[in-house]
């Protein structure tokens, strides 16, 4: 039996038990790819952490939900940063970078009112959407009407792919009620993509945009939290659909408001829309064991 020592990690917020929980394995060289993912298994967050040596960058980071790796976890990024930073593992340095299998990201810490992490992201995609927005709303447990058809409903990724979703109102989010083994039939063109409504009514009135974000049925999830990727395409999403006449957007977004888990991420958009970073917090919880 080995023995595998989880590090909590609350991103997004400041408060624990709130923003996006995830589990950090700091002797992740010590196990397989398949240890990896059965670690992430029986933490349950949507995204265990991996932090491990690189010879492309300062650091690697490996990310596993219960159901496979995935490319690239803001949250959980997020989350491993503020660790490594505060248990003292990255010295003074203020700028760093980070091997994904998105690519190698720059890192920025700041110090503004406690510790913030700033990442950049992968330059924006977008891909249609050709699919029934009635079959998707019915796999979200909302009506056709409540999507917002004056604005595309498309696949975007800076890191991982998500299917945007314009949503009318704050009211709907409140009524979903996600059927995610639907969502594989109804993503012909991106099976293994998530679902990312979003709307920009918000609770917040100093947010631009708020949102949910629902998983693959691969991951072995059904809701995250706040999504840091997520809200990066979206920012690059903002730019492109809402407002492409700034030359600079600074977005607050807000999500995980209907789960109790309430986060929220700053997202900067320059470069005509290809420049995505973005800025969030963490906090830690406890540790735990898990036996593998």
Known sequence: MKIVEVYHYDAFSPIPNMGNPAGIVFDGETLSEEQMREVAEKVGFNETAFPLKSDKADLRIRFFTPGHEIDLCGH?????????????????????????????????????????????????????FNGSLQELARSLGIEESDIETGLPTLYGSTGTWTLLIPIKSLAAFKRMLPDNKRFP???KEMPRASVHPFCLETYDPNAHMHAR?????FSGTIEDPVTGTASGVMGAYYARYIDNQSALLHLLI?????IGRDGRIRVSVTENGNRIEVTGNAVYVNQFEVFL
């Open 76 to 128: 959980a990024t997020m989350a491993t940063l503020y660790a490594l930073k505060t248990k003292g593992l990255l010295g003074d340095k203020t700028k760093l970078t980070i091997e994904t299998k998105a690519g190698v990201l720059p890192i920025e810490f700041t110090s503004n009112d406690g510790l913030y992490i700033t990442m950049r992201q992968t330059v924006p995609r977008f891909q249609q």
């Open 185 to 187: 039939h109804v993503l």
């Open 213 to 217: 974000h629902f998983s693959s049925p």
């Open 254 to 258: 807000e999500q995980g408001n209907e």
